[in-house]
């Protein structure tokens, strides 16, 4: 099935103003938008294979992950950016390598601007020398991807995300606290004490590996962006808070799982817990029309998210998308570290 790109983008027109079509038209929308996101994983397949190749490289210990967007947050792009379309997102195929400091970041960056030639590199930005607002840092790339053998692939776009540990711990935390207070802090959404404490701690942070701050907190020294992080940090009880949410990472079973490649994600919210169900390599179609399944179930819900992505391993995948599992305890590591510093520094 090739389905044309007009159509795909009729989907995503439909998909984000469900209320002015019929119901048969925005089934069949959603119908097109899972025919567009399994197409992505044989994009996906391949340029895992050379993020993580020359990751390994670089750092045995690094961590790529890659994953499929799911469709809320697709739609919920699409109407976030007006001028976006589907056919043109390039992050429904997503991978992210998580390499342990700078100097990694930065020559895995630019090893894959070498050996990805093939390929059309469309993009770069990056957000760890000009941070967002968020606090969010990461470096970002964008391919075109190119196989003039297949038609039905040529052409589409993919997101590599690269980051250090340390603001892999910041994004977590702060896309767990999304998850639980049903709203999107990362996009400048949600209560004021939140968006004001996750940025102070990304501008913290920012003086653990010397990178730029945050431009609204450029009046602040390092001795004051810590005590405002620290005071916010207890004031609202954060610790409190994402320990709970990590409650949910005990009901994960930690057993390899070599053979399976795809996992669906099913996460019961009000309860914390957790439920994986693996697929092989091949049976991403499976997995792809699951995903499809579950979304529509909890679709008029927010008790429930669903996510498929894909590692190695269910051990991996916990600790590549640990926002899944509520893990958030790297993130309060480096918390117990900034407020040590600023003890120092008094």
Not at 121 to 149: C, M, Q, W
Not at 190 to 217: C, D, I, R, V
């Given at each position: 099935?090739?389905?044309?790109?007009?159509?795909?983008?009729?989907?995503?027109?439909?998909?984000?103003?469900?209320?002015?079509?019929?119901?048969?038209?925005?089934?069949?929308?959603?119908?097109?938008?899972?025919?567009?996101?399994?197409?992505?994983?044989?994009?996906?397949?391949?340029?895992?294979?050379?993020?993580?190749?020359?990751?390994?490289?670089?750092?045995?210990?690094?961590?790529?992950?890659?994953?499929?967007?799911?469709?809320?947050?697709?739609?919920?792009?699409?109407?976030?950016?007006?001028?976006?379309?589907?056919?043109?997102?390039?992050?429904?195929?997503?991978?992210?390598?998580?390499?342990?400091?700078?100097?990694?970041?930065?020559?895995?960056?630019?090893?894959l601007k070498k050996v990805?030639?093939?390929?059309?590199?469309?993009?770069?930005?990056?957000?760890?020398?000009?941070?967002?607002?968020?606090g969010y840092r990461s470096?970002?790339?964008?391919?075109?991807?190119?196989?003039?053998?297949?038609?039905?692939?040529?052409?589409?776009?993919l997101e590599i995300q690269?980051?250090?540990?340390?603001?892999?711990?910041?994004?977590?935390?702060?896309?767990?606290?999304?998850?639980?207070?049903?709203?999107?802090?990362?996009?400048?959404?949600?209560?004021?004490?939140?968006?004001?404490?996750?940025?102070?701690?990304?501008?913290?942070?920012?003086?653990?590996?010397?990178?730029?701050?945050?431009?609204?907190?450029?009046?602040?020294?390092?001795?004051?962006?810590?005590?405002?992080?620290?005071?916010?940090?207890?004031?609202?009880?954060?610790?409190?808070?994402?320990?709970?949410?990590?409650?949910?990472?005990?009901?994960?079973?930690?057993?390899?799982?070599?053979?399976?490649?795809?996992?669906?994600?099913?996460?019961?919210?009000?309860?914390?817990?957790?439920?994986?169900?693996?697929?092989?390599?091949?049976?991403?179609?499976?997995?792809?029309?699951?995903?499809?399944?579950?979304?529509?179930?909890?679709?008029?819900?927010?008790?429930?998210?669903?996510?498929?992505?894909?590692?190695?391993?269910?051990?991996?995948?916990?600790?590549?998308?640990?926002?899944?599992?509520?893990?958030?305890?790297?993130?309060?590591?480096?918390?117990?570290?900034?407020?040590?510093?600023?003890?120092?520094?008094?």
């Amino acid at each position: 099935m090739n389905i044309p790109k007009n159509k795909i983008k009729k989907a995503g027109n439909i998909l984000k103003n469900k209320e002015n079509f019929k119901k048969e038209e925005v089934i069949e929308a959603i119908e097109t938008l899972t025919y567009w996101r399994k197409i992505h994983g044989k994009v996906l397949n391949e340029f895992y294979k050379i993020v993580n190749e020359e990751a390994l490289k670089i750092n045995k210990n690094s961590n790529v992950v890659q994953r499929v967007k799911r469709s809320p947050s697709i739609v919920a792009k699409l109407k976030r950016h007006s001028s976006t379309k589907l056919t043109t997102m390039q992050d429904i195929a997503g991978i992210r390598a998580i390499m342990s400091n700078l100097r990694e970041v930065e020559l895995l960056n630019e090893q894959l601007k070498k050996v990805a030639q093939k390929h059309e590199f469309k993009t770069y930005d990056n957000y760890i020398k000009d941070p967002k607002e968020s606090g969010y840092r990461s470096i970002h790339l964008v391919y075109k991807y190119k196989n003039e053998n297949d038609l039905e692939t040529d052409g589409l776009l993919l997101e590599i995300q690269i980051r250090t540990e340390l603001q892999h711990s910041w994004a977590t935390s702060v896309e767990t606290m999304s998850t639980f207070l049903d709203t999107n802090l990362k996009f400048g959404e949600g209560q004021p004490k939140w968006l004001k404490y996750f940025a102070l701690t990304s501008n913290a942070f920012t003086y653990l590996e010397n990178t730029p701050q945050l431009s609204s907190y450029l009046n602040l020294d390092k001795k004051e962006t810590y005590r405002q992080a620290i005071y916010e940090f207890n004031y609202n009880m954060i610790e409190h808070n994402l320990k709970a949410f990590t409650v949910a990472a005990d009901y994960i079973t930690e057993k390899k799982s070599e053979d399976k490649f795809y996992h669906l994600i099913k996460l019961d919210i009000d309860n914390k817990n957790v439920n994986v169900t693996s697929y092989k390599k091949e049976e991403f179609e499976i997995a792809n029309e699951q995903y499809t399944v579950f979304e529509k179930k909890y679709s008029k819900t927010n008790k429930f998210e669903v996510v498929l992505v894909s590692t190695k391993s269910i051990n991996e995948l916990k600790s590549g998308f640990p926002n899944y599992f509520f893990d958030t305890r790297e993130f309060l590591k480096n918390m117990e570290i900034i407020k040590t510093e600023y003890n120092l520094i008094k």
